[in-house]
């Protein structure tokens, strides 16, 4: 099973912008697709970004508006597994901001967050890690340490940590993220929830079985009350869960868990989406172990065959691990 600390994704506008006006159309259609994405319907989103970068391209309006929406279709293109158009609209994203608000600036530090999601996805942790601490150094710079963006980032590095076996600096990060969170952020954003989801990966990682199944248990429980109990982000929580019991020898109670994580991931990204196969093959997996071998290797087959095409798309190196921290 896999496990994975965070994720790479920020949420709404991005900084710098905040000042237009709230009647203006480009910024309802920018809300309008913050609101969908919030919801979990990453397809839906790009309508209104879409619709949002054209006008401001159209109107030749203030640059970080055409950055902004980049940023908003990349980061749904990236939701839906479309990690070269995402890369590219995140590119463009980051030039337009660099020269708008120079290379020190908070939009440029989100935005090479952001990016660094894509290269994680794509196994390329060395130029994720890169980024990360770049965005953290900008971030470290103009900035409270309290502040909820550094924060998200800051538990995104905590993936590479673990990675490479530093749990007590990745705890560290996860921690003080977490804190944050309960400090800064709002329910419907999802944060506390998946921060909880997220030091339990950090106790799976130490060996602290019991407690790591408390934090998925909490994580869930909050994250219903937050989002529903249908939203995407929940998939990852679930397939924690559920992994996390089949440790423990109690896979009576991982399989029905899978099935549910299952049935989001399908409504909600379909089932050539990687994240699907991944559960797939972890539930595939649980189910050779409880001894339903024929079925197991029925749905080994198509899980790998999801994982083939969507590497295939996305490069060789394409991964998805299903713990990841997706609010952004």
């Known amino acids: 099973m896999k496990y994975r600390s965070l994720a790479y994704l920020l949420t709404?506008?991005?900084?710098?912008?905040t000042?237009?006006?709230?009647?203006?159309?480009?910024?309802?259609?920018?809300?309008?697709?913050?609101?969908?994405?919030?919801?979990?319907?990453?397809?839906?989103?790009?309508?209104?970004?879409?619709?949002?970068?054209?006008l401001a391209e159209q109107s030749g309006s203030e640059p970080l508006r055409i950055a902004s929406a980049l940023n908003g279709i990349a980061t749904a293109e990236d939701d839906l597994d479309r990690l070269s158009d995402a890369e590219q609209h995140f590119r463009r994203a980051l030039?337009?901001?660099?020269?708008?608000?120079?290379?020190?600036?908070?939009?440029?530090?989100?935005?090479?967050?952001?990016?660094?999601?894509?290269?994680?996805?794509?196994?390329q942790s060395p130029e994720a890690e890169a980024m990360l601490r770049e965005g953290i150094s900008i971030y470290s710079e103009l900035v409270p340490r309290d502040n909820l963006q550094a924060a998200i980032a800051r538990s995104c590095l905590a993936e590479a940590l673990l990675r490479r076996g530093d749990y007590k600096a990745a705890e560290s990060l996860v921690t003080?993220?977490?804190?944050?969170?309960?400090?800064?952020?709002?329910?419907?954003?999802?944060?506390?929830?998946?921060g909880y989801n997220n030091l339990g990966t950090v106790r799976r990682f130490q060996g602290r079985d019991k407690e790591a199944?408390?934090?998925?248990?909490?994580?869930?429980?909050?994250?219903?009350?937050d989002m529903g109990p249908t939203h995407p982000v929940l998939i990852y929580v679930l397939?924690?869960?559920?992994?996390?019991?089949?440790?423990?020898?109690?896979?009576?109670?991982?399989?029905?868990?899978?099935?549910?994580?299952?049935?989001?991931?399908?409504?909600?990204?379909?089932?050539?989406h990687p994240l699907y196969g991944t559960i797939l093959g972890n539930y595939a997996q649980?189910?050779?172990?409880?001894?339903?071998?024929?079925?197991?290797?029925?749905?080994?087959?198509?899980?790998?065959?999801?994982?083939?095409?969507?590497?295939?798309?996305?490069?060789?190196?394409?991964?998805?691990d299903v713990s990841a921290f997706r609010p952004r």
């Open 12 to 17: 709404g506008l991005i900084v710098g912008i």
């Open 19 to 54: 000042a237009f006006a709230q009647s203006d159309e480009w910024r309802s259609l920018m809300n309008r697709g913050n609101d969908l994405w919030q919801a979990g319907s990453a397809g839906e989103a790009l309508v209104p970004y879409r619709a949002a970068l054209r």
């Open 95 to 123: 030039d337009i901001v660099e020269r708008a608000a120079g290379k020190m600036s908070v939009s440029r530090a989100q935005v090479l967050v952001n990016l660094s999601g894509v290269y994680a996805r794509r196994g």
């Open 176 to 194: 003080d993220s977490l804190a944050v969170f309960e400090n800064k952020s709002e329910p419907r954003q999802g944060y506390v929830g998946m």
């Open 213 to 225: 199944l408390q934090l998925f248990e909490r994580a869930l429980a909050r994250l219903e009350a």
């Open 239 to 272: 397939n924690n869960q559920a992994s996390e019991y089949v440790r423990v020898g109690r896979l009576g109670e991982a399989l029905p868990i899978f099935r549910r994580a299952l049935s989001i991931a399908e409504s909600h990204l379909g089932t050539a």
């Open 286 to 320: 649980s189910l050779r172990k409880s001894g339903h071998k024929g079925e197991a290797k029925e749905l080994e087959a198509r899980a790998h065959a999801v994982l083939k095409d969507s590497a295939r798309r996305n490069g060789s190196g394409a991964t998805v």
